[in-house]
């Protein structure tokens, strides 16, 4: 079984409710539940510490799961809630195969379902060699860790850790360098028994870079993106 969970937490401090503010019309929770269903998801939870934030994620078909407030903290970890919240989903029978969770970040809302139903498949269709998959975008070469240099109390030293003297000068031996992107997290349920979510072998899976909202900035970009594709509908 396969199911989208997407954590919604209250108490944003750069945007104020953020995950329930009005994008385009509609509050940001509901593009990241749009795009779960559109990937052929058939449940799609919303864990939350508030109950509004849950109403709303009602009013657009996911489910709701309320989350004790002791685990909405600032310094609360994603897998502490995982840890605790996982296990309370109901399921209709007993599992003969992984149960699966696709975990996505209310924050993201241009992320395309044909990139959930991507990953979805890549995963399914690999399980038997990998824990877990993430959504990943190259660094660019010019910022690859073996070229990053980093002041640290014992002198300057690569960010990889070697002594500036063993800088990495070709390219074409720079260790391969990814960051997290799309807020996409695909893994066996399985895996939370072991101290985290990915388990003991991860695929990497590169996309596009896709809108994080985390600022003020990322958000007036996110609203100007919706208006210009709102004004090319029309043309």
Known sequence: MIIGFIPARSGSKSIPDKNIKLLGGKPLLAYTIESAF????????VNSDSEEYLKIAREYGAEAMLRPKELAQDNTSMYEVLKNE???????????DPLIIVLLSPTVPFRKSVFI????????????????LMAVQKVPDEYNPAQVIINTPSGLRMADGRHISNRIARRQEYPGAYVTSQGLYIFKTSNLEKGSF??????????????????????????????????????
Request: include cysteine.
């Open 38 to 45: 559109k990937a052929g998801l058939s449940r799609v939870i």
């Open 117 to 132: 139903k991507t990953a979805t498949s890549f995963f399914i269709n690999n399980l038997n060699e990998y824990d877990s």
């Open 86 to 96: 996982i296990p309370k989903i109901e399921l209709e029978s007993q599992l003969t």
């Open 198 to 235: 990915y388990g003991d072998k991860t695929m990497l899976l590169e996309c596009d870079k896709s809108l994080d909202l985390n600022t003020l900035e990322d958000w007036n970009k996110a609203e100007e993106y919706v208006t210009n594709r709102s004004n090319n509908k029309n043309i």
